[in-house]
T-cell receptor, first 108, second 116 residues
Framework: GQNIDQPTEMTATEGAIVQINCTYQ??????LFWYQQHAGEAPTFLSY????GLEEKGRFSSFLSRSKGYSYLLLKELQMKDSASYLC?????????FGKGTTLSVSS | DVKVTQSSRYLVKRTGEKVFLECVQD?????MFWYRQDPGLGLRLIYFSYDVKMKEKGDIPEGYSVSREKKERFSLILESASTNQTSMYLC???????????????FGPGTRLTVT
């Protein structure tokens, strides 16, 4: 079966760097997504990793280690608008399996 | 840009009512999905559809049914609404055409349903 673990909550201050970790178990690996969800809104795509290593996209980077079943999302130069829930997601057949999300609160 | 729309952002219904939630996507996507999202439980898959007139149960189909008569439209039906179906309902779609992010799903804005 599939299982995803990520911290429930994190806090950080503006301008800081934060790393959100995710560990997963899956029977067949087809990549890993990170989605961002602001309160009351739909999830939006942030990144997709299928190979080991770091993928950088502006202030956001995502890392994957398939052998360790581990990924992280790195957010740099935090802004207030980064306050949101960050979802670690793995494909399972046609569907997606969502982690419960990490709620990040950014304060000034 | 892909656009997924849902018929209502907020809906209030009474226990026992039949409720229809509509979802429309404009990118000719083959697959469509209905999720519900509850605090502490995350997103859970209710039903999905591979293509027109095709449907599959997800993790929590009890109390729900779906309809996909046209490719762009996927409806979620609560046959007899109950208070434990009060939730945020999210529709999503994805293409099966090959591409870097072929598993990526695009979400609608969500419908917050309250059953009283």
């Amino acid at each position: 079966g599939q299982n995803i673990d990520q911290p429930t909550e994190m806090t950080a201050t503006e301008g800081a760097i934060v790393q959100i970790n995710c560990t997963y178990q899956t029977s067949g690996f087809n990549g890993l997504f990170w989605y961002q969800q602001h309160a009351g809104e739909a999830p939006t795509f942030l990144s997709y990793n299928v190979l080991d290593g770091l993928e950088e996209k502006g202030r956001f980077s995502s890392f994957l280690s398939r052998s360790k079943g581990y990924s992280y999302l790195l957010l740099k130069e935090l802004q207030m608008k980064d306050s949101a829930s960050y979802l670690c997601v793995i494909p399972a057949g046609t569907a997606l399996i969502f982690g419960k999300g990490t709620t990040l609160s950014v304060s000034s | 840009d892909v656009k997924v729309t849902q018929s209502s952002r907020y809906l209030v219904k009474r226990t026992g009512e039949k409720v229809f939630l509509e979802c429309v996507q404009d990118m000719d996507h083959e697959n469509m999905f209905w999720y519900r999202q509850d605090p502490g439980l995350g997103l859970r898959l209710i039903y999905f559809s591979y293509d027109v007139k095709m449907k599959e149960k997800g993790d929590i189909p009890e109390g729900y049914s779906v309809s996909r008569e046209k490719k762009e439209r996927f409806s979620l039906i609560l046959e007899s609404a109950s208070t434990n179906q009060t939730s945020m309902y999210l529709c999503a779609s994805r293409t099966t055409r090959l591409g870097s992010y072929s598993y990526e799903q695009y979400f609608g804005p969500g419908t917050r349903l309250t059953v009283t």
